[in-house]
Every structure is written in C-alpha cells, then in structure tokens.
C-alpha cells in the first residue's frame, strides 16, 4: 500500500515525533471502539457504556469543551494519565497538582461529558520525567475527584494487538489497526508489545527485553541488557556461586543461545579443575540435545575488558579442552604470569603445544604484549558453556511459557554439574 493512504503518516512533519504516535492513538480510539475501551481499563475508567459520547481533542490548552454551556463547568473525576514505556511507576506515590497555572499544552483531551475528562502526556522515552502529567492547569474546570495514572504505551499496544488476533473487528477497524501498527513498526518500533517472541518480530530491540524478562522470570535476578540486539545478562553473588558469575541469553543466527563462562577467574578455575569430576559433568552436558562445551582460552590482565583481552582461534574440541586443563591446572599453568614470559620461548612454545594458539598468531600477540599497561598478565583457562534452541522452536516454546522453563531448567543443570546451589536456593 502507498504509505500515504494511511491517515497515520505525516507528509511535512517528522513521522518519529511522539506527537505524531499520540496523534495515531486518538484516532484509532476514536474509530475503534474496543480500542478506547482498552485504553479506559487501563487507567481504570468506568466503561465506555457507562459513559457519554466522547470528544477527543490534541495540542490544547483547554479541558472543557465549549459545548458544556454553564457558567462554572465540573465534571465527575478529572484522570490525568501519562502514558509512556516506563517499568517503574506507581500511581498515587505523588499527588495531582490541578493549581497548577503553568500556561500547558496538552497531547490530548477525552471528554466525556460531565462525567469523565482524561488528560493524556505522552512520552516516548523512559527517562522522560513524569512531572506534566502531575502539573494540570484546571482554570474554569471543577471536579469532584482527581487522580493520576501512569499507563505503559506496551501494554496498551499489547491490548490492541490481541483485538486484532481475537478477530472481534470489523473489516473496517481491522485495517484501522493494520495501518497504525505498520506505521508504529517503522517509527516506534521500541514501544510496540514484547510479551512473547513472536509478538517482537524481527526487532532486536524487542526480542532482547523480551529475553530480558525471560531471563528474570527464570533465574529470580534482576537482568541487565548489554545493547540493542546484544546480550540479556543476569550476574550472581559470588558467595553463592563460585564457579561462573554470570549467564547471558541472546540471539545468534537462528538460535536462541543461552550462555555461561566458568573457570574464568581464579576461584571458578579452581572450582572447575581441581575436581576433574566437574569437568566431567560438564561434558556429560553435551549428551543433551542443543549443550555444547567450547574451549574460550585467553589472556588477560587486572580488569581488562574483553576487547583488552588476547582471544587465540579456538581449536580445541571442547572435551578435550577440558580435560587438557584439569592437568594443566594441576601443573599451575593458569593464573598470573609475569609480564616478560610473554616473550619466552617455552611459554609460546607451550601455548602452541597444547593447541591454546597457533605459531601464525605469535604476531597478534606481540601486538598485544606491546600495549600491555602492567607488568603482569593472566593465563585464564575459561569454558564458554551454551544451550541453544533454534529460533523458530523458541517462538514455539515462548509462547505457551516453556521456553523460560526450559531456561531455567538448563540453569539448573549448570549449576548442578559444578556442585552449585540451585536456582530455587540462590538469593537476590
């Protein structure tokens, strides 16, 4: 379809404004009825039945309609709602400020006669401060209550979405809707519903706080995300898991890989390979289907980051990674070294030895031991352990709830191979 068909695309203004976004919401209200009853239920309003017909206005300064023909006009309730894509509001934590005589222009206006006024602020951001939506120029408007009430734009999005799977619209609200979210997916992508994978398309952003919040509803721990399209990571205290400190869950290719790194530092190597039954637990994971056990063998120094760190090709079969480093590790070659064996024959000759790097990467690393800031550097021993769905399996999956117990399942059985506590057992 030409794009400017759609009622929603502006032809001179900037399509990614939040006007714009507010401008398509009150449409869509207005035209689809189920639509606007979605909306009232979650800023807790009477039901559209229960109320008079609606007057919908956007960009004014006005509450009141000049329709209400009396001296000292008051409605019912005035409901100020701000609506926008934070997680952390809670309405009633501040009071509605209606002295407010800031000279206010308001993103929209839904009038119901002298029932019900709702006063929407929109915002796009989460960091975009709620203080609008608390700060409301009534002047000649009376009321006999007053409140405010944040409604996230994902949730209310999520709500129309499911009038359109319900199939509960007529032909003509259906392509209502079909047009306002062709225009969100291309300008808001950010802000449309991320309940299930299937529902996030293809935009990284979505599916990474969609894996967000399946990491969290597994594990217990609150999940940080990395960037866009990069890694959801939930970080345990290293009094109650020693092994490994972190698990990471993301989208590589077509799979939905979750992640671990044990033996990385030294209280998890030592964990790991002074018990070669351990090792062998990890290994036995690879039996299962989508486990896979692979050497991650680097150098690094005191609080390097990863693009600090000297990463060799991996070689190894994973197994016999693992196994080398039990003797290795009972040898004591992994830990802290000074910074001049970096140039030692018998150092470089073992590294190429045991299959850790090959003789052509001698180059990168002295391009490495060159910018080394210290005068150590350590020989860490790590194992990248994942289990990976394919990606159209973990839609499947995520949308009967499975996926996110499967993940916590695959947790378990980590934690479980190294002697860990489970997840059950673990406290944020």
Not at 357 to 386: C, H, N
Request: proline share 5%; charged share 25%.
């Amino acid at each position: 379809m030409d794009q400017h068909l759609s009622i929603f695309r502006p032809y001179d203004r900037d399509p990614r404004h939040e006007d714009q976004l507010t401008r398509a919401a009150l449409i869509v209200m207005r035209l689809v009825p189920l639509c606007q009853e979605a909306f009232l239920g979650l800023a807790d309003c009477p039901r559209l039945s229960a109320l008079p017909r609606p007057r919908f206005d956007m960009q004014t300064e006005s509450l009141v309609a000049l329709d209400i023909e009396v001296e000292d006009p008051t409605v019912d309730e005035l409901v100020s709602v701000f609506l926008g894509p934070h997680e952390d509001l809670v309405a009633g934590t501040d009071e509605l400020n209606v002295a407010s005589e800031r000279r206010a222009r308001y993103d929209g206006v839904i009038q119901y006669g002298t029932a019900l006024v709702v006063v929407i602020e929109s915002k796009l951001y989460a960091s975009a401060s709620e203080q609008q939506a608390l700060e409301i120029n009534t002047k000649q408007l009376g009321h006999q209550a007053k409140r405010w009430v944040p409604v996230r734009w994902q949730d209310l999005l999520d709500r129309w979405w499911k009038l359109v799977e319900l199939g509960v619209l007529g032909p003509a609200e259906a392509a209502v809707l079909s047009d306002f979210f062709d225009n969100a997916e291309m300008n808001f992508g950010d802000l449309l519903p991320y309940t299930d994978l299937e529902r996030c398309g293809d935009h990284a952003g979505r599916q990474l706080r969609r894996l967000r919040t399946i990491l969290e509803t597994a594990t217990g721990f609150t999940a940080e995300v990395r960037d866009v399209g990069g890694h959801a990571g939930v970080k345990f205290p290293q009094d109650q898991v020693v092994a490994f400190d972190r698990v990471s869950l993301y989208i590589e290719g077509d799979n939905v890989v979750l992640s671990a790194w044990p033996a990385e530092l030294a209280p998890q190597y030592k964990r790991v390979y002074a018990h070669p039954d351990r090792a062998e637990a990890l290994i036995a994971l690879t039996e299962e289907r989508g486990w896979q056990v692979q050497g991650n063998f680097h150098l690094a120094f005191w609080r390097s980051s990863g693009p600090q760190r000297w990463y060799p090709t991996r070689r190894l079969p994973g197994s016999t990674y693992v196994r080398q480093w039990v003797d290795d590790f009972s040898d004591g070659r992994a830990g802290r070294r000074p910074r001049k064996e970096l140039n030692d024959s018998l150092f470089r000759g073992w590294l190429i030895q045991r299959g850790y790097a090959a003789d052509a990467e001698m180059g990168s690393l002295d391009e490495w031991s060159d910018r080394l800031p210290m005068e150590k550097f350590d020989v860490r021993p790590s194992i990248q352990v994942t289990r990976s769905w394919q990606y159209t399996d973990a839609v499947t999956r995520d949308r009967t709830g499975q996926l996110t117990a499967e993940v916590r399942d695959a947790i378990n059985c980590l934690l479980s191979a190294l002697d860990e506590p489970q997840l059950h057992d673990l406290t944020p």
